[in-house]
């Protein structure tokens, strides 16, 4: 696939077929995502799977209480039976780095820019991704963490669910790059 159809092509999937991703598929998407540009070349990323729909549910269910303590503005449009988390995708992925301080926020940069290139694999392969940035929250419960599998010397950065979407999503529009200056 060509690199600008790829980007173009790529959109967030929040409805998938019950088909379970294969081994080959996301073996490839993981090993696109270390080949990511890294900070001094550490490579900081560690990788859980889960394909477990009752801890994927778990994930879903405890991230909707989060949310509805942490942003109680927008808690009602979590407050439904719906999995409006994971939304009953077959695996998430949980791209995790090591604790360290002074690295955090490189760890972090790291870890997405990972998780780019594991989105742009997925979709060439015929994939669906879409990052699950209410996860994060499950970062203030140390027990849920442990519950999906983090060690306590690791950090969740990038959660995202992956499968074979159920329908064909149009290519999106986009605004023109906004410069706010061009120094010269």
Same mark, same amino acid.
């Given at each position: 696939?060509?690199?600008?159809?790829? @980007?173009?092509?790529?959109?967030?999937?929040?409805?998938?077929?019950?088909?379970? #991703?294969?081994?080959?598929? +996301?073996?490839?998407? %993981?090993?696109?995502?270390?080949?990511?540009?890294?900070?001094?070349?550490?490579?900081?990323?560690?990788?859980? +799977?889960?394909?477990?729909?009752?801890? @994927? =549910?778990?994930?879903?269910?405890?991230?909707?209480? %989060? #949310?509805?303590?942490?942003?109680?503005?927008?808690?009602?449009?979590?407050?439904?039976?719906?999995?409006?988390?994971?939304?009953?995708?077959?695996?998430?992925? %949980? #791209?995790?780095?090591?604790?360290?301080?002074?690295?955090?926020?490189?760890?972090?940069?790291?870890?997405?820019?990972?998780?780019?290139?594991?989105?742009?694999?997925?979709?060439?392969?015929?994939?669906?991704?879409?990052?699950?940035?209410?996860?994060?929250?499950?970062?203030?419960?140390?027990?849920?963490?442990?519950?999906?599998? @983090?060690?306590?010397?690791?950090?969740?950065?990038?959660?995202?669910? +992956?499968?074979?979407? =159920? #329908?064909?999503?149009?290519?999106?529009?986009?605004?023109?790059?906004?410069?706010?200056?061009?120094?010269?």
């Amino acid at each position: 696939m060509e690199l600008d159809i790829c @980007i173009r092509g790529r959109r967030s999937v929040r409805s998938y077929t019950d088909e379970p #991703v294969s081994k080959e598929d +996301i073996e490839a998407v %993981l090993e696109a995502g270390t080949w990511a540009p890294t900070g001094m070349s550490r490579q900081p990323w560690r990788f859980i +799977i889960i394909e477990d729909r009752k801890l @994927i =549910k778990y994930v879903s269910e405890e991230t909707k209480l %989060l #949310v509805q303590q942490m942003m109680p503005t927008i808690a009602k449009d979590f407050q439904t039976e719906k999995d409006v988390i994971c939304y009953n995708a077959p695996m998430l992925v %949980l #791209v995790c780095a090591e604790k360290d301080k002074l690295w955090d926020q490189v760890n972090l940069l790291d870890s997405v820019l990972a998780a780019q290139n594991m989105f742009l694999k997925a979709h060439e392969l015929g994939l669906g991704t879409c990052f699950m940035g209410f996860v994060q929250f499950l970062s203030s419960k140390p027990d849920a963490l442990k519950k999906v599998g @983090i060690p306590d010397g690791c950090d969740l950065m990038v959660p995202f669910i +992956i499968g074979h979407p =159920k #329908v064909k999503h149009k290519v999106g529009k986009r605004d023109k790059p906004n410069i706010l200056k061009w120094i010269k």
